[in-house]
């Protein structure tokens, strides 16, 4: 067993029917080594090293480790060694993660129970204490909601872990994912300021300097700006369209990134969207792609809508019918001399055009020829999904059939 080989794996949707996503992702987050042999060593490591982090920023007052004599352990004391004193002064950060925790996944059950809030506001409070660098950003919970759904749901299905190991290993993905991750993902969390400036980011460029237009002052800004240039170079008219809206992809994009796209997919494909981000490096790059081709995914919708239709849109996403349609436009996008099958169509679409069209063909711009590309593409991931559908009807059709039988062979024994 090879990285390269999980790579593959994972791209081709392998770990969306599997219940080893948790352990693959851990590998490409080297969490984990590749050799099984290591990983006992590592848990264990983990664990310990989990429970201290644990009684080192998340003190009780209570515990037998602290003395208990009233004169020194008391709330309303104020000396340095006073273990109230920590407790206080997390209150506020934690009442902060806690309201954004209560607000994860409303619709997922089992982001209501209390258990794991609790779980996830712990590894919240601790990671931000242990890397004040960074500290806490509102955001990072829906990034670290997945992770504890993945591996509770892998562990579910094994029904080996206890709480207590689950939510060590919950917080070592989730610190090796900010660690590996955050390098780059810290930079779409900064506005651009310095420390202390209360200067806004525009006021160089005038105050009503529109969005699109300023020069960029922070990272995420930078990179939106990357990604709208790319989407014009691989669909202008739909990029024309929404500059003469004035859409710039900072109007929207900003969630996109920092949450890497988790209110855009339901949660089981955005597990499937994880696996190819997670991957790939750097991640930036694939994100790139994903976020491109969600354009793209959504063109016919938005080259047919108003300003105020394009926004709704790209605020809440439409549903994706067919998810591994999707990402396979996306790898396109990333590695267009690997996913050539697209390509491939082009190849024969251009040569139809030239040998029964030739004078319809020098008519036609180039932006026209992209765009009947661009409409060829959509038609062929329109036929994918027909026939998928039609695959589920005949099957569904076969169940109908079977159940019906048995419904009559159950009143013929009841008759009897």
Not at 279 to 291: L, T
Request: hydrophobic share 40%; charged share 20%; net charge negative.
């Amino acid at each position: 067993l090879t990285v390269d080989a999980l790579k593959a794996f994972c791209l081709q949707g392998g770990l969306r029917t599997s219940n080893l996503r948790s352990i693959v992702w851990r590998i490409h987050l080297k969490c984990l080594p590749i050799s099984k042999i290591e990983w006992a060593h590592v848990a264990s490591r983990t664990r310990s090293l989990y429970a201290e982090l644990k009684q080192k920023n998340l003190p009780n007052p209570h515990d037998e480790c602290f003395c208990q004599d009233p004169q020194i352990n008391n709330p309303l004391d104020q000396t340095e060694h006073n273990p109230w004193q920590q407790y206080f002064a997390d209150h506020e950060l934690r009442d902060l993660i806690s309201k954004d925790v209560s607000r994860t996944f409303p619709e997922l059950e089992f982001f209501q129970q209390d258990h794991v809030r609790r779980m996830m506001c712990d590894i919240l409070l601790i990671y931000a204490k242990e890397n004040p660098f960074v500290s806490y950003k509102q955001g990072m919970h829906e990034i670290l909601a997945p992770l504890i759904f993945v591996l509770f749901s892998d562990q579910h299905q094994k029904d080996q872990k206890c709480c207590v190991c689950l939510e060590c290993e919950v917080f070592d993905i989730f610190s090796a994912m900010f660690c590996e991750i955050m390098l780059e993902l810290a930079k779409w969390y900064e506005d651009g300021s310095p420390t202390g400036s209360t200067s806004k980011p525009f006021d160089e460029t005038g105050p009503y300097m529109r969005i699109q237009d300023a020069v960029p002052t922070s990272e995420i800004m930078r990179e939106l700006s990357a990604i709208g240039q790319r989407l014009h170079a691989v669909d202008p008219v739909l990029s024309d369209h929404l500059r003469n809206f004035d859409i710039p992809p900072q109007l929207y994009g900003i969630r996109w990134l920092r949450l890497l796209f988790g209110r855009e997919f339901a949660v089981h494909d955005l597990l499937y969207v994880w696996d190819v981000i997670l991957c790939d490096r750097p991640i930036s790059r694939m994100v790139e792609c994903i976020y491109v081709a969600m354009l793209v995914q959504i063109r016919h919708l938005l080259l047919q809508s108003d300003y105020g239709g394009c926004l709704q849109y790209l605020m809440r996403y439409p549903p994706v019918m067919d998810v591994s349609t999707f990402i396979q436009q996306a790898l396109h996008f990333r590695n267009p001399k690997v996913c050539v099958f697209v390509v491939i169509s082009h190849v024969f679409f251009c040569f139809f055009l030239c040998f029964f069209y030739p004078s319809l063909l020098s008519s036609l711009s180039f932006r026209d020829i992209q765009e009947i590309l661009l409409m060829e593409e959509q038609v062929a991931c329109l036929q994918i999904k027909l026939n998928q559908k039609d695959i589920i009807c005949s099957e569904a059709a076969h169940g109908i059939g079977d159940f019906k039988r048995i419904f009559f062979f159950v009143n013929i024994l009841s008759l009897l």
